[in-house]
Nanobody, 120 residues
Framework: VQLQASGGGLVQAGGSLRLSCAASGRTFSNYAMGWLRQAPGKAREFVAG??????FYADSVKGRFTISRDNAKNTVYLQMISLKPEDTAVYYC????????????????RGQGTQVTVSS
């Protein structure tokens, strides 16, 4: 199984980015998918998750981030708007059978991460 994340970059505060994560090796339509992030010197934290059409978010990103998935492409997306400097982190896509585990920052599979840097 491989998870390939892309879409990160450098953006000014208030800007937008769209992350993608394509999974290969098996089908994950019955799994929860999500995004985690880790800033330098900080613990990994949950960002957003999606399971059977239901979405859930960390309070810090509600109203600014939108998670979606395309099961036919085995891909999960994270649309981020109104980015803030505190959103700067390495973003990882994660897959688990349980959405609760994604919310806890745990996973069965995790991608290699993509850097998001928001300048003030």
């Amino acid at each position: 199984v491989q998870l390939q994340a892309s879409g990160g970059g450098l953006v000014q505060a208030g800007g937008s980015l769209r992350l993608s994560c394509a999974a290969s090796g098996r089908t994950f339509s019955n799994y929860a998918m999500g995004w985690l992030r880790q800033a330098p010197g900080k613990a990994r934290e949950f960002v957003a998750g999606i399971n059977r059409g239901s979405t859930f978010y960390a309070d810090s990103v509600k109203g600014r981030f939108t998670i979606s998935r395309d099961n036919a492409k085995n891909t999960v997306y994270l649309q981020m708007i109104s980015l803030k400097p505190e959103d700067t982190a390495v973003y990882y896509c994660a897959i688990d059978r349980s959405p609760l585990e994604i919310r806890r920052g745990r996973y069965d599979y995790r991608g290699q991460g993509t850097q998001v840097t928001v300048s003030s």
